[in-house]
Nanobody, 126 residues
Framework: HVQLVESGGASVQAGGSLNLSCKAS????????AGWFRQVPGKEREAVAV???????MYADSVKGRFTISRDNAQNTIFLEMHSLKREDTAMYYC?????????????????????WGQGTQVTVS
């Protein structure tokens, strides 16, 4: 079956950078929509970046210009490059994957739509 594993979460200073990775094992499908969500205690999980199978990306307004999502389909891996980090970026970050060619923008990509999730990796900005 499919398993997603994130790595790269850490504690960093405001203004710093951090890179997250998510590798899918057991992935026998085409490179479909994938991306990253984040969640803080007491709030709903929200999408911050979405990437089409071919590499086209979409971002939430809160991270646009600071975060970059990319993918390596040969390795079944997606990445999130984060720069100019703010305290407001502190959250548990989850990678997600679908089996659809057309992707929702972050503003309408709901957790209920996601069939595959990683366990999450904590990002803390101080």
């Amino acid at each position: 079956h499919v398993q997603l594993v994130e790595s790269g979460g850490a504690s960093v200073q405001a203004g710093g950078s951090l890179n997250l990775s998510c590798k899918a094992s057991g992935w026998t499908y085409n490179p479909y929509c994938a991306g990253w969500f984040r969640q803080v205690p007491g709030k709903e999980r929200e999408a911050v970046a979405v990437i089409y199978g071919g590499g086209t990306a979409m971002y939430a307004d809160s991270v646009k210009g600071r975060f970059t999502i990319s993918r390596d389909n040969a390795q079944n891996t997606i990445f999130l490059e984060m720069h100019s980090l703010k305290r407001e970026d502190t959250a548990m970050y989850y990678c997600a994957a679908e089996r659809t060619f057309e992707c929702f923008p972050p503003s309408s990509w709901r957790p209920a739509l996601i069939p595959y999730w990683g366990q999450g990796t904590q990002v803390t900005v101080s």
